[in-house]
């Protein structure tokens, strides 16, 4: 079997497992329940994809992917409520402004070396979360912002579809942003983290490369958040606070820093561990620094540490089904994807 | 003709007078050594004309892949590379993490013709620069005979492989002036003289001008056409290595003062 006939195998193996879950929480086989506490995995595990582009793979500690999320999710509901747009557009467009901020923040700290990301990111945060809780006419204030038209008003549909819509976005950050690192841009990328000097020597861009990274990362932080604002249909200034954005970092931490597959399996199984908790009430909190504490100490690396660090690559698990050995192939799919 | 040139070269950390008035001129194609005891100024002086620092005063005058004279004061490293002038580094810095391919790849990407938007969506300019940017990579680790280590990490080769591998980096943006920081120190006497043949065939084969510093002198006595001497980060000679074996201003920053009329 050919390294083509690999691809198309595995996309299909994708497509039909994304079908079939569908399927499943269309019959209601998955409940509503079950199928809300996925798709709401599904974002965590888009916004903490784009966190792990700059603080895995571009080796830039942030710490405000909440008030990206913020940002998305708001622009969205207000494109939808205001200009009435249609929900993809205004989807795009939440993640556009995202990407803006993410531009703008990026241009004077990233010129730095060190951590004064993490400083200026950790204060967009906040600023973010004041400044939504002092425009009411835009935001709804403290209250929350009610009314956003969510992606169906059909009661039967509405969970189908945003399942659907998630899992297909996060789909496709999964294998484009897997494409970018694989690619030469994505090397360079890459070299930041490993030695900005020598990167710099080599004819790299820090700058830009840090920038194109970190606006990147900001986007799909916007889109987590824009997809966010129709499916739940309700948005307050808390649910963007602090700890979201260290919530981001940890399942960066917990799956292994530059590792997509790991942000993957560690944003869905995290997200699920929070609500099995539940019986814990406010102890559950307790649970995730204790996971981090754990992890840090004995597997510093994150879970796919276990693994050589290696990414999960589902043309290669073909290839080896097919029983030829696909030397150092690199694959276009993951199967973290569909957990 | 003259590829690169300083004039009164200075830089200046608080009161310490690293580099003064450094005067230099390398003609093209030529092998020139920097010797000098430790502290001398030979890796700032490197790392000047690689725009890691830049000089307190004076001019660097680099000539470009047009052969057009650039005056690099103020320009980024990556800027000064893409010029045409590549470096190692003295205390190895290569990406540790990434095999050796990779690390080779990254030396290459002035050469990548493709937008990271064709990269992201995989269109052909993708497939197409990828496989020569892994032929051209490969073809360079063939020389330096580590080809078949490409998959490796970088992190996992012994010591002298890294220090090639990172010559390699270097070769990959393709200079045509070439900086070489200390490119033998921990390698055994073996390995030493393989280096010196390794360092004479890529000036042949692409054309390098090549200044390297060195604390090995026989590699030094051995290689270099011209040997430039600092000490307290002032030029203090300059010559044919048997001039400056016998000059007596070298002898005695290297042994200290001679004994007078010795008894």
New interface residues.
């Given amino acids: 079997m050919s390294k083509k006939m690999n691809t198309v195998v595995s996309v299909l193996i994708v497509a039909s497992i994304l079908i079939i879950l569908n399927v499943l929480v269309m019959l209601r086989v998955i409940d509503e329940y079950a199928s809300q506490v996925l798709t709401i995995a599904g974002i965590n595990v888009i916004i903490a994809l784009g966190l792990n582009l700059i603080s895995g793979f571009t080796g830039q500690l942030a710490l405000g992917h909440a008030g990206f999320m913020a940002v998305g999710a708001y622009t969205t509901a207000a494109l939808m409520m205001k200009l009435h747009l249609p929900t993809l557009v205004a989807v795009f467009g939440g993640a556009l402004m995202s990407a803006f901020f993410g531009f703008l923040i990026g241009l004077p700290t990233l010129r730095l070396r060190g951590d004064y990301l993490a400083i200026v990111t950790l204060g967009f945060g906040e600023i973010i979360r004041v400044l939504m809780i002092n425009l009411p006419e835009l935001t709804g204030g403290p209250a929350g912002l009610k009314g956003i038209p969510t992606f169906t008003t059909n009661f039967f549909w509405r969970p189908v579809l945003s399942f659907a819509l998630v899992y297909l976005t996060m789909t496709l950050v999964v294998v484009?942003l897997n494409?970018?690192l694989?690619?030469?841009?994505?090397?360079?990328i890459?070299?930041i983290r490993?030695?900005e000097?020598?990167?710099?020597?080599?004819?790299?861009?820090?700058f830009y490369y840090k920038i194109?990274a970190f606006t990147l990362s900001a986007f799909i932080g916007g889109l987590g958040g824009a997809l966010y604002a129709p499916f739940f249909g309700y948005l307050s200034p808390n649910m963007f606070n602090f700890q979201k954005s260290v919530e981001f970092l940890i399942i960066v931490v917990l799956g292994g820093m530059g590792n997509l597959t790991g942000t993957v399996v560690a944003g869905i199984g995290l997200t699920y561990l929070q609500e099995i908790l539940r019986f814990l009430k406010d102890y559950r909190l307790v649970i995730y620094p204790i996971i981090l504490i754990i992890v840090m100490i004995f597997q510093p690396s994150g879970i796919m540490g276990l693994f050589g660090n290696k990414e999960f690559s589902l043309t290669r698990f073909v290839g080896k089904l097919a029983g030829k050995q696909l030397s150092?192939e690199q694959s276009?799919d993951k199967a973290g994807e569909v957990q | 003709m003259t590829v690169l040139k300083t004039e009164n070269l200075s830089i200046q950390f608080g009161g310490l007078m690293a580099v003064a008035n450094l005067n230099l001129e390398i003609k093209k194609g030529e092998l020139v050594g920097l010797i000098g005891p430790n502290g001398a100024g030979k890796t700032t002086v490197f790392n000047m004309l690689?725009g890691?620092y830049k000089p307190s005063e004076g001019r660097i005058l680099v000539q470009d892949r047009n052969e057009q004279n650039q005056d690099i004061g103020q320009l980024?490293?990556?800027q000064i590379?893409?010029l045409g002038m590549?470096?190692t580094?003295q205390n190895i810095?290569?990406?540790?993490?990434?095999t050796v391919l990779?690390n080779v790849?990254?030396?290459?990407?002035?050469n990548?013709k493709?937008k990271?938007v064709e990269?992201?969506?995989?269109l052909p300019g993708?497939y197409r620069?990828?496989k020569r940017?892994e032929e051209e990579c490969r073809e360079l680790l063939k020389i330096f005979d580590i080809e078949h280590k490409g998959?490796e990490l970088a992190k996992n080769l012994p010591y002298g492989e890294q220090r090639k591998l990172e010559i390699v980096?270097?070769l990959?943006?393709k200079p045509h002036i070439l900086l070489l920081d200390e490119p033998a120190a921990g390698m055994n006497p073996q390995e030493t003289l393989e280096l010196m043949d390794l360092i004479k065939y890529i000036r042949e084969r692409f054309a390098l001008t090549i200044i390297l510093i060195e604390h090995d002198m026989k590699l030094v006595m051995g290689i270099c056409q011209r040997i430039v001497v600092l000490d307290y980060g002032r030029m203090i000679a300059c010559g044919t290595p048997a001039e400056i074996a016998h000059n007596p201003l070298v002898v005695k920053a290297y042994l200290g003062k001679e004994l007078e009329n010795d008894a």
């Fill in positions: 484009l494409n970018l694989n690619s030469s841009h994505g090397a360079a890459i070299s490993e030695d000097i020598a990167a710099n020597a080599m004819g790299i861009n820090v194109f150092g276009s | 690689t890691v980024h490293p990556y590379t893409a590549a470096r580094f810095r290569l990406f540790k993490n990434l990779d790849r990254i030396g290459n990407h002035l990548v493709y990271s990269g992201i969506f995989r993708y620069e990828e940017i998959d980096r270097a990959a943006t």
